[in-house]
């Protein structure tokens, strides 16, 4: 069972949420709050895996709530709920620890399996967020001495994959465009993240673009 805060400043969307959610076997919401102080004192009170956040929300907001959490209270993790309005913040609340950014919009199959695969640890991005993540990211990863040794390493197709990765483009679309299999361009995917420590994708696409722009065009598609 994985156990769920909700920090929500619209009760009727907070109250749709939690019926939605509650209506899976897996899940349960264990608390809300209507805004980011809230937010900190409940997760410190019920220990909930994982916290829905919105980011705007009174007297204190969603990202500042998110980065609390993140140092205080590693083991919680924080998915934040957001409109396209809000995608200014997007790039902050990463940084600051968020496992993922999806719209409040989303299906409840999709927002309860986006849930699921966040618990487990991977990055959740809704669509159309990926570019928006790269295009802002004002202090983007920095690769360690290790990591620049590793990426070295990397063969030129695993150059291009991790270059296509950057884009944003999709398993299918870098099968399309180096002429292989998806199932090629998966165990490329998964061979890149094993090498240089990474947890998923997002990761990497966060990771190729900063180490892409500190490297001029070393590892651009065709290099």
Do not use: W
């Not at 009170?45 to 209270?73: C, E, N, S």
């Not at 296509?164 to 870098?174: K, M, V, Y």
């Amino acid at each position: 069972m994985i156990h769920l805060l909700l920090a929500e400043d619209q009760i009727l969307l907070r109250q749709g949420l939690k019926r939605l959610l509650d209506a899976q076997p897996d899940l349960h919401v264990v608390g809300e709050a209507d805004n980011g102080q809230q937010a900190i004192a409940q997760v410190e009170k019920l220990k909930p895996d994982l916290v829905l956040m919105d980011v705007r929300m009174p007297v204190m907001d969603g990202v500042t709530a998110t980065q609390i959490i993140g140092h205080r209270f590693p083991d919680t993790k924080v998915m934040v709920l957001t409109t396209f309005a809000d995608d200014q913040y997007v790039t902050e609340a990463m940084q600051f620890g968020a496992i993922g950014y999806l719209l409040k919009d989303t299906p409840a199959e999709d927002l309860a399996q986006a849930i699921r695969a966040a618990q487990k640890g991977y990055t959740q991005l809704a669509p159309g967020l990926m570019n928006k993540v790269i295009s802002q990211a004002s202090s983007p990863i920095k690769p360690t001495a290790s990591q620049h040794q590793k990426l070295n390493a990397l063969t030129p197709r695993e150059r291009e994959v991790l270059s296509l990765i950057a884009t944003g483009a999709s398993n299918q679309e870098i099968a399309e465009i180096l002429c292989i299999s998806c199932k090629t361009v998966k165990n490329h995917v998964s061979s890149i993240l094993s090498q240089l420590s990474l947890r998923d994708r997002t990761q990497a696409a966060l990771f190729a673009y900063s180490f892409l722009n500190a490297s001029d065009s070393d590892y651009t598609v065709g290099k």
